[in-house]
């Protein structure tokens, strides 16, 4: 399965697990790391360019729309080129785009510079998340792999928020992109000593490129529209009609992907297992509640409390470290419970602490408002994060691995952007044109609440798709270089 200077599978001159759990692990962090560092800063980057309110969004749309749509084809790419070429190549963009962000001297520069970090990291996290899924395919050691990726994902957002608001309020904001550089260089150098290099394997044609681009285009335009609303009605023409020019594109990827003579970007009959359709499912409510709910939370925190970007990161650093304390108690529980249980368990932990959030005031205080639900969502979350990836990805084929994980990843980015449209729209309206504490705290109350149903949604999916029994399937060595995926073999995506 993995050539490492021509050395066969086995050979003592391979790279440990541990060593590829390592940098899987950073290339996790350097990812979770710069969605967090970016976050506290907004006000700041939104002051200094000039953004308008809504505009401002587009610094995470940007990035979240070129991830979600393009980690198909980042998947697939890995899978056919090999997943160490892959994930170097995305290193080197994302590092690279980090360092032009930080010289955006308008708007449009640092969200284009947003886009191709996106990129960058469509290439590298399916890459690196297939290597965890392939090196670690059952048993105990992947409940412990994924536990360890889910403490390092959290890990970067705990450094994340703090390194953003000190570097934001003591530096400038545009440290905020440049720490990615020699972050993504870091990584680059461990890849490079820790993740054995596997041959590209044998495929049938060329990645659906056509593809990628008719999802990303039309899930651009169908943000676009909501995130527009704020200037036009929902019964507007202009909305109507860039929501109709949305559906249009996505209904083209559909057909695309149903006649395409190259591979397909998404085999759509993979969605009839149910393993598969609800994880994703789970997994894009997931990510739409936890993106907005960082955003209303820092807005809460600096508009309202008056919190400073230091302070501001700093009070999120128990957010962070409580999903390192929930990924660490799904290893423990994984030992014994099937991911299903952790899923719901996890998912109603998190709706309850984000309903909390959303009693908040005007005249609150971070130890009465935010610290307590806090605590809770984030052991919630925490709990969540790996199983929901393992039950994504256990008893995937090795050759389709990279596509499994793409998939995954881009569940999550899709729900992250979509989420924050829908939700950020919705508070804003709530608020209103009057800006005072009264009414921001209303729109940001509303949009946390509107977090906490999301997560409901994500358990009753659980509750009624997920399969009842665990079934966690070994991949079998006969199976790691077979080049037609197994009879219970179902990719994520593919």
């Keep these: 399965m993995f050539e490492n200077s021509g050395s066969p599978l086995g050979s003592s001159r391979r790279p440990s697990p541990?060593?590829?759990?390592?940098?899987?692990a950073v290339a996790q962090f350097l990812v979770?790391?710069?969605?967090?560092?970016?976050?506290?800063?907004?006000?700041?980057?939104?002051?200094?360019?000039?953004?308008?309110?809504?505009?401002?969004?587009?610094?995470?749309?940007?990035?979240?729309?070129?991830?979600?749509?393009?980690?198909?084809?980042?998947?697939?790419?890995?899978?056919?080129?090999?997943?160490?070429?892959?994930?170097?190549?995305?290193?080197?963009?994302?590092?690279?785009?980090?360092?032009?962000?930080?010289?955006?001297?308008?708007?449009?520069?640092?969200?284009?510079?947003?886009?191709?970090?996106?990129?960058?990291?469509?290439?590298?996290?399916?890459?690196?998340?297939?290597?965890?899924?392939?090196?670690?395919?059952?048993?105990?050691?992947?409940?412990?792999?994924?536990?360890?990726?889910?403490?390092?994902?959290?890990?970067?957002g705990a450094l994340g928020v703090v390194a953003g608001g000190l570097l934001t309020e003591y530096a400038?904001?545009?440290?905020?992109?440049?720490?990615?550089?020699?972050?993504?260089?870091?990584?680059?150098?461990?890849?490079?000593?820790?993740?054995?290099?596997?041959?590209?394997?044998?495929?049938?044609?060329?990645?659906?490129?056509?593809?990628?681009?008719?999802?990303?285009?039309?899930?651009?335009t169908l943000v676009f529209g909501i995130v527009n609303t704020d200037r036009y009605s929902w019964a507007s023409p202009v909305t109507g009609g860039t929501l109709l020019a949305a559906a249009v594109l996505l209904a083209a990827f559909v057909l695309v992907e149903r006649t395409t003579a190259r591979e397909p970007m998404l085999r759509l009959g993979l969605f009839a297992n149910r393993s598969v359709a609800g994880a994703n499912a789970y997994n894009l409510l997931l990510g739409g509640a936890l993106a907005s709910a960082f955003y209303f939370g820092s807005l809460y925190l600096q508009r309202v409390l008056g919190t400073g970007a230091a302070l501001t990161g700093i009070e999120f650093l128990p957010f962070a470290l409580g999903v390192v304390?929930?990924?660490?108690?799904?290893?423990?529980?994984?030992?014994?419970?099937?991911?299903?249980?952790?899923?719901?368990?996890?998912?109603?932990?998190?709706?309850?602490?984000?309903?909390?959030?959303?009693?908040?005031?005007?005249?609150?205080?971070?130890?009465?408002?935010?610290?307590?639900?806090?605590?809770?969502?984030?052991?919630?979350?925490?709990?969540?994060?790996?199983?929901?990836?393992?039950?994504?990805?256990?008893?995937?084929?090795?050759q389709?691995?990279?596509?499994?994980?793409?998939?995954?990843?881009?569940?999550?980015?899709i729900g992250a952007s979509l989420g924050l449209a829908v939700l950020g729209t919705a508070a804003q309206h709530r608020t209103g044109q009057v800006l005072t504490p009264e009414s921001l705290t209303d729109g940001y109350a509303l949009g946390l609440n509107l977090c906490a149903a999301l997560l409901i949604g994500s358990v009753v999916i659980a509750l009624t798709v997920l399969p009842r029994k665990r079934r966690i399937p070994p991949v079998v060595p006969a199976e790691l270089d077979s080049p037609v995926p197994s009879a219970s073999a179902h990719p994520v995506r593919s």
């Design 325 to 398: 304390v929930g990924s660490m108690l799904a290893i423990k529980l994984g030992y014994r419970l099937a991911p299903r249980t952790l899923l719901i368990v996890g998912g109603l932990l998190t709706a309850i602490g984000f309903a909390w959030f959303g009693l908040i005031d005007a005249d609150g205080t971070f130890v009465a408002d935010v610290l307590g639900p806090s605590i809770i969502a984030s052991i919630g979350f925490g709990l969540c994060l790996g199983p929901v990836v393992s039950t994504a990805t256990v008893g995937v084929a090795p």
């Design 400 to 413: 389709e691995t990279g596509t499994a994980s793409g998939l995954l990843n881009s569940s999550r980015q």
């Design 32 to 156: 979770s790391l710069d969605l967090s560092v970016v976050n506290v800063g907004l006000p700041q980057i939104g002051s200094s360019l000039g953004f308008s309110a809504v505009g401002l969004t587009w610094v995470i749309h940007a990035y979240a729309l070129t991830f979600g749509g393009l980690l198909l084809l980042g998947g697939k790419a890995a899978d056919a080129y090999g997943h160490k070429r892959v994930l170097l190549a995305g290193l080197s963009l994302f590092g690279l785009a980090s360092l032009l962000g930080g010289f955006a001297t308008e708007p449009g520069h640092l969200v284009a510079a947003r886009a191709v970090q996106g990129i960058g990291a469509a290439a590298l996290a399916p890459a690196a998340l297939a290597l965890l899924t392939m090196t670690f395919p059952s048993g105990r050691p992947r409940v412990r792999a994924f536990g360890v990726w889910s403490a390092m994902n959290a890990a970067g």
């Design 172 to 220: 400038s904001w545009r440290w905020v992109m440049f720490i990615n550089a020699p972050m993504a260089a870091v990584t680059l150098a461990l890849a490079l000593r820790a993740v054995a290099a596997d041959a590209p394997r044998a495929r049938r044609g060329r990645p659906d490129v056509l593809g990628a681009v008719l999802v990303t285009a039309g899930m651009t």
């Design 18 to 24: 541990g060593l590829t759990l390592a940098a899987v």
